[in-house]
């Protein structure tokens, strides 16, 4: 059975603060895909990135970063510097190496306040 | 911008109407799929058409029928629905839906936000 958790289930931050999203999975595949989407009140999904279960090296996109550690299971994303426009929800998401199906977590809302 | 749509944006329909939601991609895709999308809560799948071909039907009642015309539309015909299936209904693609090729990153549409009165 494949699970993903979100812990966090509302963030709230003032403008130019950093803010990390917590995601933890649990998978007993030893090949799996990680993700992050992005939803914003418009309602669409927003691919932000993929990481492999064999790529253990973190990704930075602009002020977004990415920490993907197996030992501890987690693949948390931190937003440095955050704007008004990164209020959304923000779902963390697993595919396991055979499964065809996305096993999201719960989603954190953030907000961000000038 | 989205390289997936979806018509329209916004609908309203009686239990007795048929209607229905269409998707289009533009990635030269050869998955598709469904999701239903409840307030607050994570998108669940539907369906899956991979190659044109109904892979994946998770246990979705009769009033939501898909369809898939060609490799670009993906549409889903609804009868009789229940206030209870008011969501937002959203499309996505993938280079591929196969068991062989999970790495695949699904994009989404924008989604039809659906009203059952």
């Known amino acids: 059975a494949q699970k993903v958790t979100q812990a966090q289930t509302e963030i709230s931050v003032v403008e130019k603060e950093d803010v990390t999203l917590d995601c933890v999975y649990e998978?007993?595949?030893?090949?799996?895909?990680l993700f992050w989407y992005k939803q914003p009140p418009s309602g669409e999904l927003v691919f932000l990135i993929r990481?492999?279960?064999?790529?253990?090296q973190n990704e930075i996109s602009g002020r977004y970063s990415w920490n993907f550690q197996k030992s501890t299971s987690s693949f948390n994303f931190t937003i440095t510097a955050s704007q008004v426009v990164d209020s959304a929800v923000y779902f963390c998401a697993l595919r396991g190496g055979s499964n065809y199906k996305l096993t999201f977590g719960k989603g954190t809302l953030l907000t961000v306040n000038p | 911008d989205t390289e997936v749509t979806q018509t329209p944006k916004h609908l309203v329909m009686g239990m007795t109407n048929k209607k229905s939601l269409k998707c289009e991609q533009h990635m030269g895709h050869r998955a598709m799929y469904w999701y239903k999308q409840k307030a607050k809560k994570p998108p669940e799948l539907m369906f899956v058409?991979?190659?044109?071909?109904?892979?994946i039907n998770e246990s979705v009642p009769s009033r939501f029928s898909p369809e898939c015309p060609n490799s670009s539309l993906l549409n889903l015909h609804l009868h009789a629905l229940q206030p209870e299936d008011s969501a937002l209904y959203l499309c996505a693609s993938s280079q591929d839906a196969s068991g062989s090729n999970p790495s695949y990153e699904q994009y989404f549409g924008p989604g039809t936000r659906l009203t059952v009165t």
């Open positions: 990481r492999n279960s064999f790529d253990e």
């Open positions: 998978t007993r595949d030893t090949t799996y895909y």
């Open positions: 058409y991979s190659y044109e071909k109904l892979s």
